[in-house]
Every structure is written in structure tokens, then in C-alpha cells.
């Protein structure tokens, strides 16, 4: 994912369902459609959630990676 | 002597105000409770608000009666919180000065939040909306019916399940089940956010021919147009909206450094501090803790609060008990006079017994006994 340019980060590592999720949701509402964000979670439960939401609301997983032991999901603004 | 003040007559400040009373010698310090109204509530009751099982008016007590005669109680609304000066202001410009903090002052719906939804839908989160909506099922002669949560977080996390089963329950009685469809809508990719829950929840939804739809956050009302619409972009048609509107804390902590921009407290989980203050501590619905937000929340969280204060005053080590692990009790009222309970704290998720009549009349026995054993802090 090194070719991609993040638009937003959150780090929401320590924080457990749903945090992540509605972290991810509040970035969607504030960002610009287009917009690439990024959200690094340590919960299990995003590893489903979040990608299930991504394809519910019509947007794009741009991928999931390693991130210290975390995970970080990297969504662009569809729509 | 220290001055204790504590914000908010609802459940969590009445709970801290009767412990210190009690603990405390009256030479010890004085104990202040400001409160925004000279009425307590008691919230749980307006869920049966709209079914005619509970009486609006008669779910409120004057504070004062709630609390021991040592304490004084000053009815005003908190405007502005000065910690670097240990000050309250209030609307009317008076200051109070501190020693000790406690935030009590609850959580409130907005619906204004979600454009459109104070026009196109209902809800029975406040004894005003409550009674409306009560209105509104006297005239319900059938239709689309959508009930929902519109905006995490809300308290009484269970209360739009129990909603929907009672309301199930109510047209079913009433004879017009075959002539309303009713749909339930959860932000999450679930009924419920806790597992165990939702999988009680979600058999008894489909039992009943309850539409399902998760992964719901509302975006807009087309009040005209009779349509709620998601951020996913799904569109439901209603005759009836019931959504639980998105909660914020009060707004003198909306922006304030020791709250987010949504005026939940940033609280310590354990030991219930503020922000990094020494002297100020939050519970009940206020905090940012992410676990229920509930009545009986505030019931666990008031003794530890009371034990830090106590400790601080009197120069004393803190006990290991002065820790809140997360101890949260609810019911969940399916309908047809069947309950179940929800028990769990931190480190233990809860596990349901499979919804009875016995839960149900304990609920019910509650909401009489609440005004003699929680507030008063008896138990
Ligand atoms: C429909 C419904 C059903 C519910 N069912 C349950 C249930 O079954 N079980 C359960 O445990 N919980 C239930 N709850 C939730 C429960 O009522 C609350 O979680 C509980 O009241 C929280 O207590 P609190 O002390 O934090 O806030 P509250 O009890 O809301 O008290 C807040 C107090 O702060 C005061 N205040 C606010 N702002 C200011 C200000 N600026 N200055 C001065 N005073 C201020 C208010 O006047 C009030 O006295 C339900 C709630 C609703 C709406």
C-alpha cells in the first residue's frame, strides 16, 4: 500500500467494537468522496466488521496490512 | 470545611450524594447537589409511556425528596466548569466554588443532529416524546413501521429491542398485526453490540416477523417524503419512524477540555477521574467509558466515587474495592410478560437465561422500588 496517499489517519488501537467501526464511519462522513482513509484497529472483530461495512456501504477496501501487531484497512470515498 | 458539589440530580448524583451523606460528619464537609431540574425521573417507565402501561406524570419525584436533609440542593443549570479555578458557573452567573467534583449530568437526545428527524420521526427518550408517541398509537391503525437506533451512542442500550417487542405485542393485541410491517434498524452488523445479546434478540426478532436491518446508520428523514435513508445508502419507507436520536453530554463539557466535542467525560474506567484533575470525578451516562449507558451503570460507579472522596478528605489510603470493574445490570423485556437479564462487568461478557415470566414481573417490581432503593442509595 506504499503507493497509495492516505488522505486521513486514526489510530484506534485500544479502542473495542464498535469503536473502530464508528471511527471509520465518522471519518466517511467528514471526508470528500475520493478521500483514501486509514484506520488502525487492535480488535478482532474489525478484521469482519470493517470489510463487511466497506462493501455494504458501497465503498472500496484498498487493502489491509500489518501494522505493529495491528491491522490498518485502507478505504477510499466512493461515493 | 471542603465543599463537595455535585452536578446532577438524576440517578448517579443522588447515588454519590446520599453515600457521602451518609459516611460523612456533617463537620466533615458540605455536600452540594446542583441540578438543571427541581424533578428526578425516573427514564426506565417511559418505554411503557406509549403503550398506556405507565402514567408520565407519575415517573417524576422532587430531588429534594430524594435526598438526605444534610445535603443542599441548588437548583440551577451548570453554564460554564472553570477546573483551573475550581469553579462552576451557573446560568444565572452565580459561582460555586469546589474542593470536589463529581459529574453526574447525564446524556441528551439531538435529535437535531440527523437532518430531518426532529420533523419525521418520533421516539420516547424524554417524558415529553414519550407521551407523543403515546398520542400517535392511540390513533396507529396499521402501516410501515420503522423502529431504530439513529446514532450511537444513546443510553439504555437495550430500550429500542424492548420497544420493538412491546410494540409487536401492542398492535398484535390490538388486532392489527397483519396490517403493519415493522422493521428494526441497528447501526451494526448485528441487532445488538453484544453477541450474546443479539443472539437472544435476533430468534425472537424473526419469530415475530420483524424486518431486520443492520449496518443502519441514519443519514437523513425525508419528513415529506416519509423515507429514512442511511449512510449506505438504503432508503426505508415509513407511515411511523421511532428512532432513538443520537445522544451528546451536557453542553458546558461539549468542546471543554476535560470532554470530546460530544461532552462525554474523558473518564478514567477504573478508578473514575476526569480528565487529569486530582479532585474531579464523572459517572452515569456522562462518561466516555465505552459500556452501557445505564442507571445501573451509575449504581456501581456511585460507591467508588464516594470511597475516593472520603479517602482523599480524611487523609486515608484508597482500598483495593475503589476500583469500578465495569459491573452493568439490565433488563430486556421481550414482550408477553417475558424478561430476561443482562449481567457483566469488564472482564465477563454477559450470558442470557432464556427470556421468563419471573424476569419480567422482577422488572416490573423494580420500577416500583426504584424510588426507595437506588437514588436514596439504600442498596
Ligand atoms: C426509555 C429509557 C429506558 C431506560 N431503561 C433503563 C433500564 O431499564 N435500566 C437502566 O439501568 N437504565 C435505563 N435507562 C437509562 C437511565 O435512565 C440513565 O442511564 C440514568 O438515568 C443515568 O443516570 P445519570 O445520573 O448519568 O443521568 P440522569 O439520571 O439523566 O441525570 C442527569 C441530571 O443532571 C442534571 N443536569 C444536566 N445538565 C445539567 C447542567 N448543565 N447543570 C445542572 N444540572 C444538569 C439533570 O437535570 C439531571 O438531574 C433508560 C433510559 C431511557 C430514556
Redesign the interface.
Given at each position: 500500500m506504499e503507493n497509495v496517499e492516505i488522505t486521513k489517519e486514526s489510530d484506534a488501537r485500544g479502542s473495542f467494537c464498535p469503536g473502530p467501526l464508528m471511527e471509520l464511519i465518522r471519518m466517511v462522513r467528514d471526508a470528500e468522496v475520493g478521500d483514501v482513509l486509514a484506520v488502525i484497529s487492535s480488535d478482532a472483530g474489525s478484521q469482519k466488521d470493517l470489510p463487511a461495512w466497506v462493501a455494504k456501504a458501497k465503498h472500496e477496501l484498498l487493502g489491509q496490512e500489518d501494522f505493529e501487531g495491528a491491522v490498518r484497512f485502507i478505504i477510499k470515498k466512493s461515493h | 470545611m471542603k465543599n463537595i458539589i455535585i452536578i446532577g440530580g438524576g440517578t448517579g448524583g443522588c447515588i454519590v450524594a446520599n453515600l457521602l451523606a451518609k459516611k460523612l460528619d456533617s463537620d466533615e464537609a458540605k455536600i452540594t447537589v446542583i441540578s438543571a431540574s427541581e424533578q428526578h425521573h425516573y427514564q426506565p417507565g417511559w418505554l411503557y409511556v406509549p403503550f398506556a402501561r405507565e402514567d408520565a406524570r407519575s415517573l417524576t419525584r422532587p430531588v429534594r425528596d430524594l435526598l438526605k436533609k444534610q445535603i443542599n440542593l441548588l437548583i440551577g443549570k451548570v453554564e460554564k466548569l472553570d477546573d483551573g479555578n475550581h469553579q462552576v458557573i451557573l446560568e444565572n452567573g452565580d459561582t460555586v466554588s469546589y474542593d470536589y467534583l463529581v459529574i453526574a449530568t447525564g446524556s441528551i437526545p439531538c435529535p437535531e443532529d440527523i437532518p430531518g428527524l426532529s420533523e419525521g420521526g418520533n421516539h420516547f427518550y424524554t417524558e415529553k416524546d414519550s407521551f407523543e408517541l403515546y398520542q400517535i398509537l392511540q390513533e396507529f391503525r396499521g402501516g410501515k413501521v420503522v423502529i431504530g437506533v439513529g446514532g450511537?451512542p444513546y443510553k439504555c442500550p437495550v430500550a429500542p429491542l424492548e420497544f420493538t417487542f412491546l410494540f409487536e405485542e401492542f398492535i398484535n393485541e390490538k388486532g392489527i398485526r397483519d396490517k403493519t410491517d415493522i422493521t428494526y434498524t441497528f447501526?451494526?452488523?448485528a441487532v445488538f453490540?453484544i453477541p450474546s445479546v443479539a443472539e437472544v434478540a435476533e430468534p425472537i426478532l424473526q419469530e415475530r416477523n420483524i424486518n431486520i436491518e443492520t449496518?443502519f446508520?441514519l443519514e437523513e428523514v425525508k419528513a415529506d417524503e416519509k423515507k429514512a435513508i442511511s449512510?449506505?445508502?438504503t432508503e426505508l419507507d415509513y407511515d411511523l419512524l421511532i428512532m432513538i436520536p443520537p445522544h451528546r453530554g451536557a453542553p458546558f463539557l461539549q468542546g471543554h477540555e476535560i470532554a470530546d466535542a460530544k461532552g462525554w467525560v474523558k473518564t478514567n474506567k477504573q478508578s473514575l477521574r476526569a480528565g487529569d484533575s486530582k479532585n474531579i470525578w464523572a459517572l452515569g451516562d456522562t462518561t466516555d467509558i465505552?459500556i452501557s449507558k445505564a442507571g445501573s451503570t451509575a449504581h456501581f460507579e456511585g460507591p467508588v466515587i464516594a470511597k475516593h472522596i472520603i479517602a482523599d478528605l480524611r487523609g486515608e489510603e484508597l482500598g483495593e474495592d475503589c476500583v469500578y470493574e465495569g459491573h452493568v445490570m439490565c433488563f430486556l423485556e421481550t414482550g408477553y410478560s417475558k424478561a430476561s437479564i443482562i449481567d457483566f462487568d469488564y472482564s465477563a461478557p454477559p450470558v442470557l437465561k432464556a427470556p421468563n415470566a419471573l424476569m419480567h414481573y422482577q422488572k416490573m417490581a423494580f420500577n416500583k422500588a426504584y424510588w426507595y432503593l437506588i437514588p436514596t442509595a439504600t442498596i
Open positions: - | 450511537l447501526p451494526l452488523n453490540n449496518f446508520n449512510l449506505e445508502g465505552p
